[in-house]
């Protein structure tokens, strides 16, 4: 069975311009997760889909990231414009419906530069 | 504000030694805990779950939960140079939205010592 599948592994990009990171949960997996974590600081949790529907996007730094899970599939998480504040390595995570259990990807290293 | 603590490490054992490593987290409304190991550069592995006080074990590992002491811990018998790692300690609970969301340590960074 395959992973949390998680694309690009590592982005280096300017401030303002955009990104999209993406995520493949692992099949079947209703719940999806999107984590950071900024140098230095643990992993901090950033929001929740639960198919295609947003659950909780309390964690979300701001209005320059927008997630989506459209079809309850896949997800992308866009930030735009780019801060280098933003700087971190992205993780996804996914869970079996009603299972606490969370099985994350090996993260996106974005740089904003 | 929710807090799981870890000390950084690097915690250093020999190979053959039990290394143990401890978690503490500041509020009551964490019910369940997670130990994820995770090696330089690759995901966070689910190693352990414990959701009730006492000592949970799995082959080499033995988690330990008091709810009361606020305290998590891992133990590793019969460490192996593999068990080097990076160790996340997390706490999951519900939010007020209803979703179940993990609450990191900063992770203690393992080595073991052939």
């Known amino acids: 069975e395959a992973g949390v599948t998680q694309f690009p592994s590592h982005s280096v990009i300017e401030k303002g311009q955009t990104v999209t990171l993406r995520c493949d949960p692992i099949?079947?997996?209703?719940?999806l997760y999107w984590y950071r974590r900024v140098m230095g600081k643990e992993i901090k949790f950033l929001l929740h889909?639960?198919?295609?529907?947003?659950?909780?996007e309390s964690g979300m730094p701001n209005n320059r990231f927008l997630a989506e899970r459209t079809g309850g599939t896949y997800s992308t998480l866009k930030v735009q414009p780019a801060e280098l504040e933003d700087s971190g390595v992205y993780f996804c995570?996914?869970?079996?419906?009603?299972?606490?259990?969370?099985?994350f990807g090996q993260g996106t290293r974005l740089t904003v530069v | 504000q929710k807090e799981v603590e870890q000390n950084s490490g690097p915690l250093s054992v020999p190979e053959g030694a039990i290394a143990s490593l401890n978690c503490t987290y500041s509020d009551r409304v964490s019910q369940s805990f997670f130990w994820y190991r995770q090696y330089s550069g690759k995901s966070p592995e689910l190693i352990m779950s414990?959701?009730?006080?006492g000592d949970k074990e799995d082959g080499r590992f033995t988690a330990q939960l008091n709810k009361a002491s606020q305290y998590v811990s891992l133990l590793i018998r019969d460490s192996q140079p593999s068990d080097s790692a990076t160790y996340l300690c997390?706490?999951?609970?519900?939010?007020?939205?209803?979703?179940?969301?993990?609450?990191f340590g900063k992770g203690t960074k393992l080595s073991v010592i052939p």
């Open positions: 889909f639960v198919k295609e529907s947003k659950q909780d």
């Open positions: 414990i959701y009730s006080n």
């Open positions: 997390a706490g999951g609970a519900y939010s007020g939205a209803g979703s179940y969301q993990l609450t």
């Open positions: 099949s079947g997996h209703d719940n």
């Open positions: 995570a996914s869970s079996q419906e009603r299972r606490t259990e969370a099985f």
